[in-house]
């Protein structure tokens, strides 16, 4: 399993983004995306994940400003976030795992930046 993620970049607060992560390889046993982050000196948290069944999660911190989706026919996981604040700031890991019970999975996209500064 390859997971490959881009879309971070430079948002002023309030603004948003749409990061995207692609998997491939064998991936029939993986039943749930998610997408980690990790701020400058701190650890990395768990922002949210999607099941196979469209079931979702959202870490408080981020409820009713990010939404998680996926697109099967492009193997693609997508997270929407809007109304950036600096505390977003962090780099980005999508990560495939077998099923809520096995986050974070062994599976990490390399991590996109996301920056949220005026």
């Known amino acids: 399993v390859q997971l490959q993620a881009s879309g971070g970049g430079l948002v002023q607060p309030g603004g948003s983004l749409r990061l995207s992560c692609v998997i491939s390889?064998?991936?029939?046993?993986?039943?749930?995306m998610a997408w980690y982050r990790q701020a400058p000196g701190k650890q990395r948290e768990l922002v949210t994940y999607i099941i196979s069944d469209g079931g979702t999660y959202y870490t408080d911190s981020v409820k009713g400003r990010t939404t998680i989706s996926r697109d099967n026919a492009k193997n693609t996981v997508y997270l929407q976030m809007n109304s950036l604040k600096p505390d977003d700031t962090a780099v980005y890991y999508c990560?495939?795992?077998?099923?809520?019970?096995?986050?974070?999975?062994?599976?990490w996209g390399q991590g996109t930046l996301v920056t949220v500064s005026s």
């Open positions: 390889g064998i991936t029939r046993n993986i039943r749930v």
């Open positions: 990560n495939a795992a077998l099923g809520p019970w096995d986050l974070p999975g062994r599976f």
